[in-house]
């Protein structure tokens, strides 16, 4: 443990030494030429996983903790650089690898979640389907629950639409071959993925028996939506922009993959079984 975070009692959410040792070396380097960094990472990063499961303003962080300034200001400035989005496809691949899997999948899972914003200036709309007034998460995740693709948009924007965003971002991987959706996705969008990629959209529809069923692959993205879920700021949209959204999902799947590499959580918490 850091010599600052010696001097407090420790948060549920700190950083472990295993998890440190994870994650430093990913982490951008100093500039040199200039003064050389005095604030500790480590409790910056501490400071950054407590705000996320907690849920509390960038303001109330503990007074223990670095000031909300320097805290945000490596969280915007990383968001910025594309670091959050660097760490978290090195911790997926490092994940998959880990249950025997190859780094890239070949099949994947997409879904969306509408959510409520709060009293923020970012971009807004309404799902007329969800009844509410806010942001959809578009997710791509793998046969694990891990996201591959995450793009937040207004809440008014169709699934089909939102679904070109995510699969655009997707092009880099040459072993995906199949993706589950559920019915919002049937239609003209299979034989755009087709034409574009090449890539199978497989529509999962629900049984029209009444009652509760476990559908066969969406449940994974479904339990994706769930992990984030505990994180408590996560549960209402409290980002003041699109592309803090976005990098707040890539710091939590962070969180949670540092601790499923560690083995610091249950074996049936954020459970990455099989599920093709």
């Given amino acids: 443990m850091p010599a600052e975070s010696a001097k407090r009692k420790a948060y549920d959410t700190d950083l472990t030494d295993e998890q440190w040792a994870v994650l430093a070396p990913l982490l951008p380097r100093e500039v040199g030429g200039g003064r050389h960094r005095s604030v500790d990472l480590r409790e910056v990063l501490n400071a950054m996983f407590y705000r996320l499961r907690s849920g509390c303003a960038w303001r109330l962080l503990p007074h223990d903790l670095p000031p909300k300034s320097t805290v945000?200001?490596?969280?915007?400035?990383w968001r910025n650089d594309g670091t959050w989005q660097a760490i978290h496809e090195t911790l997926a691949q490092a994940v998959r690898v880990a249950a025997g899997r190859e780094p890239a999948p070949s099949a994947t899972i997409l879904d969306s979640q509408s959510v409520k914003t709060s009293e923020v200036p970012s971009q807004r709309g309404y799902d007329a389907g969800k009844k509410v007034k806010g942001h959809k998460r578009h997710l791509l995740v793998d046969t694990l629950g891990l996201v591959m693709v995450v793009v937040v948009t207004a809440a008014s924007v169709q699934d089909r639409d939102g679904a070109k965003l995510v699969l655009a971002?997707?092009?880099?991987?040459?072993?995906?071959?199949?993706?589950?959706?559920?019915?919002?996705?049937a239609g003209q969008l299979i034989t755009w993925v087709r034409d574009n990629f090449g890539w199978d959209l497989e529509i999962k529809k629900r049984p029209e028996?009444?009652?509760?069923?476990?559908?066969?692959?969406?449940?994974i993205v479904e339990r994706t939506f769930g992990w984030l879920g505990r994180y408590r700021?996560?549960?209402?949209?409290?980002?003041?922009?699109?592309?803090?959204?976005?990098?707040?999902?890539h710091l939590a799947m962070t969180h949670l993959m540092l601790n499923r590499l560690t083995?610091?959580?249950?074996?049936?918490?954020?459970?990455?079984?099989?599920a093709a």
């Fill in 209 to 219: 028996e009444k009652g509760f069923h476990l559908i066969k692959h969406r449940w």
């Fill in 233 to 249: 700021l996560l549960a209402k949209d409290y980002a003041a922009t699109i592309a803090s959204s976005e990098a707040e999902i």
């Fill in 169 to 185: 971002r997707m092009r880099h991987t040459a072993r995906l071959q199949k993706i589950w959706a559920d019915g919002g996705y």
């Fill in 72 to 77: 945000f200001e490596y969280f915007s400035a």
């Fill in 263 to 274: 083995h610091q959580v249950p074996e049936n918490e954020y459970k990455f079984a099989s």
